[in-house]
């Protein structure tokens, strides 16, 4: 493989500069958005504020001032702030009126799954009736081996997109090139994902969905919250980090004794991604925080539980949006244009099958993001619409690890036979 060419070095390299640069553009967007002025209410109506959190960042990562690849903030917030804002915001929620959501989100994740499988191979036919060229390439610079390792990532996760690399053996250059094409394009879209759920009632009723599950739910947790609400004192807050950090430390701990063994004794379960650290880390912490929903510790929610986990799901969008540079779809741009019309076709069909069933927004854009996102970013979207619908994101992205390889799998083989 060539040496990569040296690119020109951040502005800022400090990590620690870096956060509180994160932090600065995270409390100027709250202080904005709950602003009294009229300027700033009526920008934040057209504008959701979560959307901002996770753009300025990478306006930052695009124009060089810092870089989201250098940085380890990401793997940080991914490995110790985002299991224990899991724990956090699943303490107060009520597994009963989740599980009635089950049917519509299963067939919308189910569906945005089948939109990865046949829209891998629909791009490749679209783009190769006017630029051949672009999806053509023999051996292993043969564009559909690149390709099968975004469905990995696409419907599961790192360690979907590990095993696609080992099994279709994409060059590395042209693995480089596609990992471009995975993170960008799917920012782009989680980026239109987190404007609509601050639109979202708007565009239920413009589906004619019924959202009155949903918003039963969040009713539901809401009044939980107001029933129990107190002043947290500071022994309130170290209870609640100890809880937190606490899980995350047994989901670390569980994490680097499960997946080793399961490499070493059942190497063939890494289809389902159960050699994966990272998958192992959010199981247990979800199931810890599933478990406290049921004991005493319910009640730290009136403390602010939820707040704290959600603090945490913050500064993990801000990091996840200082790994997206938007220059870098000039690099290559026709490998982006199949995965823009890839997206476009898993869109198109999660759109036509929630018209058709009439499911909310909400089922829409977890379905998709559980596929695209994986655990790192669906319940940041589910927390989108309310912190306690988080747990729904998670639980989702999990049923993608276990699909990840199968479907990526039959999506390589149909892109390779489009691609003759």
């Not at 067939?107 to 990865?116: A, E, N, S």
């Not at 690149?146 to 790192?158: K, N, Q, V």
């Not at 209870?239 to 490499?263: E, K, N, Q, V």
């Not at 005493?296 to 500064?315: D, P, Q, T, V, W």
């Amino acid at each position: 493989m060539e040496e990569e060419v040296l690119q020109e070095a951040p502005l800022l390299t400090n990590d620690a500069v870096v956060l509180g640069l994160l932090a600065i553009i995270l409390g100027f967007v709250f202080f904005t958005s709950h602003s009294e002025k009229p300027g700033w209410q009526k920008f934040y109506t057209y504008v959701p504020a979560l959307l901002l959190c996770y753009f300025i960042p990478s306006i930052f990562n695009s124009l060089g001032v810092i870089d989201g690849e250098q940085s380890q903030l990401y793997f940080v917030a991914s490995r110790y702030l985002l299991p224990t804002s899991l724990v956090l915001l699943t303490l107060s929620i009520d597994l009963k009126e989740i599980w009635k959501l089950r049917h519509k989100a299963g067939l919308m994740f189910l569906t945005g799954t089948v939109g990865i499988v046949i829209g891998g191979p629909i791009a490749i036919l679209i783009v190769s009736t006017f630029a051949p060229d672009v999806v053509g390439g023999q051996g292993p610079e043969a564009v559909w081996r690149g390709l099968a390792t975004i469905a990995g990532s696409w419907i599961g996760g790192g360690a979907n997109q590990a095993a696609m690399f080992e099994v279709f053996k994409p060059s590395g250059e042209l693995f480089s090139a596609t990992i471009a094409v995975d993170v960008i394009v799917a920012n782009i879209w989680m980026a239109f994902l987190l404007y609509g759920a601050g639109v979202s009632s708007r565009v239920d009723k413009f589906f004619k969905a019924d959202a009155s599950a949903v918003h039963r739910l969040k009713e539901k947790i809401e009044n939980y919250q107001l029933s129990i609400s107190k002043i947290p004192t500071l022994t309130d807050i170290m209870i609640i980090l100890a809880f937190g950090f606490g899980a995350t430390a047994i989901g670390h701990f569980g994490a680097d004794l499960i997946s080793p063994f399961i490499a070493e004794n059942a190497p063939q379960l890494a289809k389902f991604s159960l050699t994966s650290g990272f998958f192992w880390l959010i199981v247990i912490a979800t199931t810890l925080g599933i478990i406290l929903s049921f004991t005493k510790a319910r009640k730290l929610e009136g403390a602010g539980a939820s707040k704290l986990g959600s603090a945490m799901l913050y500064i993990l969008v801000a990091t996840i949006g200082m790994k997206m540079n938007v220059l870098a779809i000039f690099d290559n741009p026709g490998l982006f244009m199949v995965g823009l019309i890839w997206m476009v076709v898993h869109v198109t069909l999660l759109l036509v099958v929630g018209r058709l069933i009439k499911a909310p927004f909400f089922f829409v854009a977890v379905g998709s993001q559980a596929n695209v996102g994986g655990a790192a970013s669906a319940p940041v979207v589910a927390s989108a619409f309310h912190p306690s619908l988080a747990p729904v994101g998670v639980l989702l992205a999990v049923l993608g690890y276990a699909l990840g390889t199968y479907g990526a799998y039959i999506c390589g083989l149909l892109m390779q036979a489009t691609a003759q």
